[in-house]
């Protein structure tokens, strides 16, 4: 037996600009290679970079230490409209949002900011703090996992709706009570939802730049429109578990001077906290979306709290 990898699998030619994608997983995931991010990259690279981002759903960049805060922006701008950093954590600037173990950790599967009608379209995280075991992050493909629903599920999903909100309970997903009891993470959670904001929105959107059909679930769900809370419960699980399948997700194993960027209009992701308590630190800037629209055109819908000073519509 020869050990051989099959290199035509794994090697991808550059393309005109230089660009080189190399698919990391079979559903989701890519590095892209022969990139200097910033905020003066040319039109055929930005070009490049969207069409791997909606094939892949997420794409990671090594060799970014370069950048800054301001370097991060300005390839945001090339990308899309910079969001506030969130509709009610503060940010360290107007824009940049920091993911700092010292304030939360975000280890249970989500869609960034469902809970408002215009959910992020997607987001760009890089590196500047590193613990120096785990703290990796996975990424689900969530049109893939519509994908392959049986037909009798897709029919089920189609028609349904559901209510997120920010007002989650965190402590249902807990993996100890101790968890509950560190007062920066409780202050955390009180800024998080000191607004309360809830929407409806079809769980099966249709993707506005592909057309796909993608699942939009996750952990601010709290319940599924016209169903009651066992209901909901069951339902959600059945729906969730199709979606953060193995097969049907990519983990990244985070270096510095590293950027993911994910669309968020396909994907959920799960910053696996195993780094004890070392300090993981890095910077986000979330790029502006528009209102989910379901399969029979119905848009997503406001019940509670006005997020124009998030992103504008
Ligand atoms: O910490 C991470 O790797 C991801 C955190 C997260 O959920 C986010 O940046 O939206
Ligand atoms: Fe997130």
Same mark, same amino acid.
Do not use: M
């Given at each position: 037996m020869t050990l051989q990898a099959d290199t035509s699998a794994r090697s991808a030619a550059a393309g005109s600009n230089g660009v080189t994608v190399v698919r990391i997983g079979g559903r989701i995931g890519a590095r892209v290679d022969g990139v200097r991010l910033g905020p003066g990259l040319d039109t055929g690279v930005v070009a490049d970079i969207r069409a791997a981002l909606l094939e892949h759903k997420v794409i990671f960049f090594r060799g970014q230490e370069h950048l800054d805060d301001d370097?991060? #922006?300005?390839?945001? *701008? #090339?990308?899309?409209?910079?969001?506030?950093? =969130?509709?009610?954590? *503060?940010?360290?600037s107007t824009h940049v949002l920091p993911i700092d173990s010292e304030r939360s950790k975000a280890n249970s599967w989500h869609t960034d900011v469902t809970f408002v009608d215009r959910v992020p379209a997607a987001s760009i995280l890089r590196a500047i703090h590193l613990p120096p075991y785990g703290g990796t992050t996975t990424w689900a493909n969530t049109a893939?996992?519509?994908?392959?629903?049986?037909?009798? #599920?897709?029919? #089920?999903?189609? *028609?349904? +709706?559901a209510v997120h909100t920010n007002a989650f309970d965190y402590a249902a997903d807990a993996e100890s009570v101790s968890d509950e009891l560190d007062e920066r993470l409780v202050a955390y959670r009180e800024e998080f939802r000191s607004t309360v904001y809830e929407t409806e929105h079809p769980v099966v959107r249709v993707h506005p730049e592909t057309g796909e059909r993608a699942l939009l679930l996750g952990h601010f769900v709290r319940e599924f429109v016209g169903l009651n809370g066992k209901e909901s419960h069951a339902l959600f699980h059945l729906l969730q578990d199709r979606v953060i399948r193995l097969e049907n997700t990519v983990r990244w194993s985070w270096e510095p001077g590293d950027v993911a960027i +994910?669309?968020? *209009?396909?994907?959920? =992701?799960?910053?696996?906290?195993?780094?004890?308590? =070392? =300090?993981r630190l890095l910077h986000r800037i979330t790029l502006a979306g528009d209102v989910p629209v379901g399969v029979d055109g119905a848009r997503s819908i406001t019940r509670s709290g006005d997020a124009a000073h998030f992103s504008a519509l």
């Open positions: 370097g991060q #922006l300005g390839f945001a *701008r #090339l990308l899309g409209a910079p969001t506030a950093a =969130h509709p009610t954590v *503060r940010g360290s893939a996992a519509y994908q392959a629903l049986p037909v009798p #599920l897709k029919n #089920l999903a189609d *028609r349904l +709706w +994910w669309d968020n *209009r396909a994907t959920q =992701h799960y910053a696996i906290s195993d780094y004890d308590d =070392h =300090h």
